[in-house]
Nanobody
Framework: QVQLLESGGGSVQSGESLRLSCAASGLTYEGYCMGWFRQSPGNQREEVAS???????NYIDSVEGRFTISQPTARKTLLLDMNTLRPEDTATYYC????????????????????WGQGTQVTVSS
């Protein structure tokens, strides 16, 4: 059984930093993409950052250079270091994992197969 448990959310001022952590269990095989999605009220859930089995990373344009995704222990821990936070980064952040052995590029086609954490709230005030 796959479980993803996020921690590290909170309320900060614009320009400050936060680190999100995700503890994963049950991801038995190599080939999983792991990533962070976020959703704010009235908006669709969007992929923020992802990392594949080889450590290749991808970010949406709005967080490029500010956020860093890392996987200290493969399929066990996932981090998202968020720097220079902006009010528009306010959202519920979800840890996610999906089996895509060829890379994370097709993740949007595999959302129905994705495992999700329960989410952690990040609030950035100006």
């Amino acid at each position: 059984q796959v479980q993803l448990l996020e921690s590290g959310g909170g309320s900060v001022q614009s320009g400050e930093s936060l680190r999100l952590s995700c503890a994963a269990s049950g991801l038995t095989y190599e080939g999983y993409c792991m990533g962070w999605f976020r959703q704010s009220p009235g908006n669709q859930r969007e992929e923020v950052a992802s990392i594949d089995r080889d450590g290749n990373t991808n970010y949406i344009d709005s967080v490029e250079g500010r956020f860093t995704i890392s996987q200290p222990t493969a399929r066990k821990t996932l981090l998202l270091d968020m720097n220079t936070l902006r009010p528009e980064d306010t959202a519920t952040y979800y840890c996610a994992a999906v089996f895509l052995p060829n890379g994370c590029g097709d993740w949007y086609r595999a959302l129905h197969l994705t495992y999700w954490g329960q989410g952690t709230q990040v609030t950035v005030s100006s």
